[in-house]
C-alpha cells in the first residue's frame, strides 16, 4: 500500500492561538480518509499547510513523496482542493470559472474542453453553467467548486467541510460521487465535524481535538479499541430521577455493566457501556426484580462520538458548543489573508 | 438538488501518466496563466463597463476644467509658443495612467478578502508574477484607450498631434510608468491588511504626487522645495519627455527632454530612469509575492 498524504509532527501558530499542536497521519492512496474534529480544532489549519496557503511552524508534508514545504509546487500540482468557503468570481460563468482553472492548471485545450463538459454532466450543472455564478445557490456553488477541483485530475482531493450547508439529500449525493471517485482511484481526504459523515464514508480517519491527533485508525478499530458495546435504556418516556438511580444502582453491580451514566437531558434516560454479548435480556430480569418497566431499550456498538467521548471527555456536540463561544471570526480571516 | 449527479456516465479517474493532458514548459504555462487571468479582468470590464466609461469622462473632464482654468493666462506663461492644452495634455496622460495603475491592486485585495486569490495561490503557477503581468496588461490596455481618447481630444483643444514616432514614444513610457505602479500596487495589495488601508494609500498618494510633479505647472512656477521633490518625481519624468514630444518632431535619443536642479536629462537617460524604477519596484516586492511560500 502506497502513502498518499503524510504529516508528521505538524504545528502552526497565529499569534498567541496554537491552532495546530501537533498533528501527524497518513493517508493511504486509493482511501477516502476523514479528519474528524470539533468546531476549532484545527481541520483548516491543517488543510492550509498541506495546500500551502500557510507555511507551518514546524513539522514535515509530503504528498506522494513530495515535501509541500520544499516542493510546493510540484505538491500543488497533484492536489485538488475544495475550500471550505467557495470563493468564486461572480460575474464569470460557471463555464468561464472552470476554464480559467483549466488554464491555471495548464491543461491542453484539447484535454481541458471535454473534461470540463464531462464534469458540468457528472455534477448535473449543465442547467446553470452559463449562468454567472453570482446567481448560484449554495449547493450549486459547491457542485462547481468541486468540478474545479477535479478539473486536472489530482492524485488527492482535499475536501475541507464539504457538507456544511448542503441540504440532506445533496449530502447523500455528494458522498456517493465521492465515492465514485475512490472507485476510480482517487485518494479523498476530507474534513468533517459531522461524525455520521465520516463514519459512512471514511476508511480511515483521524479525530482532532485541539490541535492534537487522538486517534487514528479505521472506525471499526477506534470503535474496537474503546472496546464494548453501548445500551440505552429508557424506563418510562421520563423517569424520575429517583427511579433512575434505583435502576443505576442495581445495574452497575451487573457484572458485565461497566459503567451507567444517567442523561438528564434525554428525560433520564440510562446509557450503559457493557462488554459485548447479549445483554438485553439480563437487563430486563433485573429491572423487573425492582418492579421497573421499560420504555425502550437498545444495544449497539460504539459509536464515533463514543471514541471521541472516551479520548476528550467530551462528546463532540459538547466542544461545539464551547468552541462556538469562544472565537474571534473576524480576527481569524484578517490573520488568514496574511 | 434536483438531477442526480451520474458519475458512472464519467471517467473520473485520475490518470497516473497523465502529463499528456498538461502544457510544459514555464513559456507555455506563463502565457497560459497570465492569458486566463487577463482574461478573466477582461470578462469583468465587458460585463461591467462603468469603470471603463469613468476612466474616459475623468482625463476627460481634467483636460476641460484645467484647461478652462488656465484660458486667460497670460500668453507665452507656459513658455514660448506653448499653449496650456500642449502643456496639460502630456500631464494628463500621465497622471491617467499612473492613478490607472495605482488602482490595480484593488481588485487584487478584494480577491483576497473573497479568498478567491486562495485559489490562484493553490494552483500551480509557474511564477507568481503572472498575477502582476495580467493585472499589467489590463490596465496598460485601459490605458492606451485612455490616452488615444486624451491624445484625440487634446488635439480639438489646440494641443497638436505628436509625430508618429512620438506617439510609439509616448506608448513606450506610458508602459513602464503604468508597469512600475502597477507592480507596487500589486505588492501593496499584499502586504496591506486590507482594502481600507489600501483605498487610504492610494487616496493620500495620488493627487498629492499630481502636484508634486509638473503634470499642471512647469518647475519654474514652484516653490524651491517642490522642486526638489518634483525632480524626485517619477512621474515627472514621464511627464516632460512626452511634454517635448508634444513640441518637438525632430526628436532623438540624446535629445534634452528635461531640466532639473541636479542636471540636464536626456530622452535616453529618461527612459533609463524610467526602466530602473520599474526594475526596482518588481524586485521590491518578490518577497510579498513569495510570502505565502512561493
Ligand atoms: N487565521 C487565524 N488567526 C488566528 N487564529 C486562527 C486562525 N485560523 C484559525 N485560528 C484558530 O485556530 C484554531 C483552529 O482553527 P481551524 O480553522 O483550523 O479549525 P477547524 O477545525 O477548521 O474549525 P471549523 O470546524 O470551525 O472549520 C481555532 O482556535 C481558531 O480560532
Ligand atoms: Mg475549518
Known amino acids: 500500500m502506497t502513502v498518499a498524504v503524510s504529516i508528521k509532527n505538524l504545528q502552526k501558530r497565529y499569534g498567541n492561538t496554537e491552532a495546530v499542536k501537533n498533528v501527524s497521519f ?24 498541506l495546500t500551502t496557503l500557510a507555511k507551518p511552524d514546524a513539522g514535515e508534508i509530503m504528498i506522494s513523496g513530495i515535501s509541500a514545504i520544499a516542493n510546493p509546487r510540484l505538491a500543488r500540482q497533484k492536489i485538488g482542493y475544495v475550500a471550505q468557503e467557495v470563493a468564486l468570481d461572480k460575474m464569470l460563468t460557471g463555464r468561464e470559472m472552470l476554464q480559467l482553472q483549466a488554464d491555471l492548471y495548464h491543461l491542453k485545450p484539447k484535454f481541458a474542453q471535454p473534461r470540463i463538459e464531462q464534469l458540468i454532466n ?14 448560484y445557490s449554495g449547493g450549486i456553488r ?26 440532506i439529500e445533496s449530502r447523500f449525493i455528494f458522498w456517493d460521487f465521492l465515492r465514485e471517485l475512490k472507485k476510480a482511484g482517487t485518494t479523498v481526504l476530507i474534513t468533517s465535524h459531522y461524525l455520521e459523515e465520516i463514519d459512512a464514508l471514511a476508511d480511515r480517519l483521524a479525530i482532532i481535538d485541539q490541535g492534537i491527533i487522538i486517534s487514528e485508525g479505521s472506525p471499526n478499530e477506534l470503535k474496537d479499541k474503546i472496546g464494548g458495546d453501548r445500551i ?53 430480569t433485573s429491572l423487573t426484580s425492582l418492579n421497573l418497566p421499560i420504555f425502550s431499550m437498545s444495544q449497539s456498538r460504539p459509536s464515533l462520538d463514543d471514541v471521541y467521548l472516551a479520548a476528550t471527555g467530551r462528546t463532540l456536540i459538547d466542544a461545539e458548543l464551547a468552541a462556538a463561544g469562544s472565537r474571534d471570526l473576524k480576527a481569524e480571516k484578517k490573520q488568514q489573508m496574511k | 438538488m434536483t438531477q442526480i449527479i ?51 469622462i475623468q482625463p476627460f473632464m481634467w483636460l476641460v476644467l484645467f484647461g478652462a482654468l488656465f484660458y486667460n493666462a497670460p500668453k507665452g506663461l507656459f513658455g514660448n509658443e506653448l499653449n496650456y492644452a500642449q502643456f496639460l495634455a502630456p500631464g494628463i496622460i500621465i497622471f491617467t495612467a499612473f492613478s490607472g495603475a495605482l488602482n490595480a491592486g484593488l481588485p487584487v485585495m478584494f480577491d483576497r478578502e473573497f479568498g478567491f486569490l486562495n485559489r490562484l495561490l493553490v494552483a500551480p503557477l509557474s511564477t507568481r508574477y503572472s498575477i502582476v503581468a495580467a493585472s499589467t496588461i489590463y490596465i496598460i490596455a485601459l490605458t492606451f484607450i485612455q490616452t488615444a481618447v486624451i491624445v484625440i481630444a487634446s488635439a480639438f483643444l489646440g494641443a497638436g498631434w505628436p509625430s508618429l514616432a512620438g506617439l510609439g514614444a509616448i506608448a513606450l513610457i506610458v508602459f513602464l510608468i503604468v508597469l512600475a505602479v502597477t507592480a507596487l500596487s500589486l505588492g501593496l495589495a499584499f502586504a496591506l491588511p486590507g482594502h481600507i488601508e489600501l483605498i487610504a494609500v492610494i487616496f493620500v498618494t495620488n493627487l498629492p504626487l499630481l502636484f508634486a510633479s509638473t503634470a499642471l505647472a ?52 529618461v527612459l533609463l530612469i524610467l526602466l530602473a524604477f520599474a526594475a526596482l519596484i518588481l524586485l521590491t516586492i518578490q518577497p510579498l509575492l513569495k510570502k505565502r511560500f512561493a
Request: one cysteine or more.
Open chain 1, 142 to 167: 459547491k457542485r462547481l467548486d468541486l468540478a474545479a477541483g477535479l478539473l486536472h485530475q489530482p492524485e488527492v482531493l482535499v475536501l475541507d467541510e464539504p457538507s456544511v450547508g448542503l441540504d
Open chain 1, 232 to 284: 440505552t435504556l429508557r424506563i418510562r418516556e421520563f423517569t424520575s430521577e429517583n427511579e433512575a438511580n434505583n435502576a443505576k444502582n442495581l445495574l452497575v453491580s451487573l457484572p458485565f455493566v461497566t459503567e451507567v451514566i444517567i442523561n438528564k437531558a434525554q428525560g433520564n434516560s440510562l446509557n450503559l457501556v457493557v462488554t459485548q454479548g447479549n445483554n438485553l435480556s439480563k437487563i430486563e
Open chain 2, 6 to 56: 451520474a458519475p458512472e456516465k464519467v471517467n473520473l479517474t485520475f490518470a497516473p501518466n497523465q502529463s499528456d493532458n498538461f502544457k510544459s514548459g514555464v513559456m507555455a504555462e506563463f502565457s497560459q496563466e497570465t492569458l486566463a487571468m487577463t482574461k478573466r479582468l477582461f470578462i469583468q470590464l465587458q460585463r461591467r463597463p462603468s469603470t471603463l466609461i469613468a476612466g474616459i
Open chain 2, 218 to 269: 512647469p518647475l519654474n512656477f514652484m516653490a524651491g522645495w517642490l522642486q526638489i521633490i518634483a525632480s524626485l518625481n517619477p512621474l515627472t519624468y514621464a511627464i516632460e519627455p512626452i511634454r517635448y514630444l508634444y513640441l518637438h518632431s525632430d526628436w532623438s535619443i540624446n535629445s534634452v527632454v528635461m531640466e532639473t536642479p541636479w542636471g540636464e536629462f536626456s530622452f535616453g537617460n
Open chain 1, 26 to 49: 497518513s493517508v493511504n492512496s486509493g482511501e477516502i480518509f476523514g479528519l474528524l474534529g470539533p468546531n476549532g480544532a484545527g481541520k483548516t489549519t491543517t488543510i492550509r499547510c
Open chain 1, 122 to 135: 457528472a455534477l448535473g450543472l449543465q442547467e446553470y453553467a452559463d449562468n454567472k455564478t453570482g446567481t
